[in-house]
DNA sequence: TATAGAATTGACGTAAACGTAAAGGTGCAC
DNA sequence: GTGCACCTTTACGTTTACGTCAATTCTATA
């Protein structure tokens, strides 16, 4: 099995296999393609979220990886848990319609949606209070520089 | 030192002390008026940031407490960490102007307004991103039915 | 062939704010 | 004298998504 030099991997007009141009890419590409760590792809396979294929202990991943990795970031992007994400690909049959899976997916997003708004709300609060809070200690402020002022007459 | 017997604890004309009418409240009606758990009042004592008296082992809790808890409770629900609001707190000095204590206050509010603010921009990011997919994916259920139908017939 | 760069597994550490026993004292209403 | 509500301390557990070594192996290239 040919593999794709660390350096000139991202010119990849290598061997065409079986049917379509598997582009195999090692962790380290991967990792800085989508911009996160060894560690974090590793985790995302010991969580069952990701199966690269090897090449002896090396793993190699391909453009069904890739596609997998976007849709766990975005579900992580949108506040989904590793595990909601996996729920919802492990209902992937690329046989099948998929129907269980929308659902599924659709359930858990308006779930989600509704908490994201109430966590805005919960935010809009903080920020209402908090600068409630900085004018009233802004005017305390100002109060004792005045005191000071008049104290150095 | 007398005590406030559990249950008529909210009818409060009992001794006057030194000074003041000093109401003292055990932790379960501390907590329970703040709506906060026993564990929540021990943790927050544990990391200084409460200092209840003490009539032998029972923790006795005044009116200095309970202004501090409001603070502990504001300070959290605009999202600053216990640590935060414990350095605030302990430049606290009833003899002098404080000017310190309002500047850190002001400062580290300044950071958190921004922190949530941010926030806020992620949470909407989000929710438009979430809304998105689940345009998407109802599409998508919408067609998968349709196809349904039209096998059906 | 020597060395650097990339990869591997394993396993403990981290953060925050408490939850949750376990095991035991104290006072009072009956 | 007992049951019950209340209080105490100690200390391990929880959650999530990785970070951070450590020790080792593999591979490529000068």
Redesign the pocket.
């Known amino acids: 099995m040919k ?1 794709v ?3 000139e991997a991202a010119a990849n007009t290598n061997d065409m296999s079986d049917q379509a141009g598997e582009d195999f890419v ?4 991967m990792a800085k393609k989508y911009g996160v ?4 792809l ?2 995302y396979e010991d969580k069952g979220l990701l199966n690269p294929q090897r090449d ?4 190699l991943y391909t453009r069904r990886d890739k596609a997998r990795l976007k849709l766990i970031l975005l579900g ?1 992007k949108v506040g989904f ?3 909601d994400v996996k729920q919802m690909m492990d209902l992937y049959d690329p046989t099948g319609s998929n129907t269980k899976q929308l659902r599924l997916a659709l359930d858990k997003s308006e779930k989600q949606l509704a908490r994201l708004q109430k966590q805005r709300a919960l935010i809009d609060d903080a920020i209402n209070e908090l600068s409630n809070s900085m004018a009233a200690v802004r005017q305390m402020l100002s109060e004792r520089s005045a005191l000071q002022a008049s104290a150095a007459r």
Do not use: Q
């Open positions: 593999l030099s660390p350096g090692r962790i380290g590409e760590t060894l560690r974090t590793r985790f002896g202990s090396t793993r992580r848990s590793l595990r």
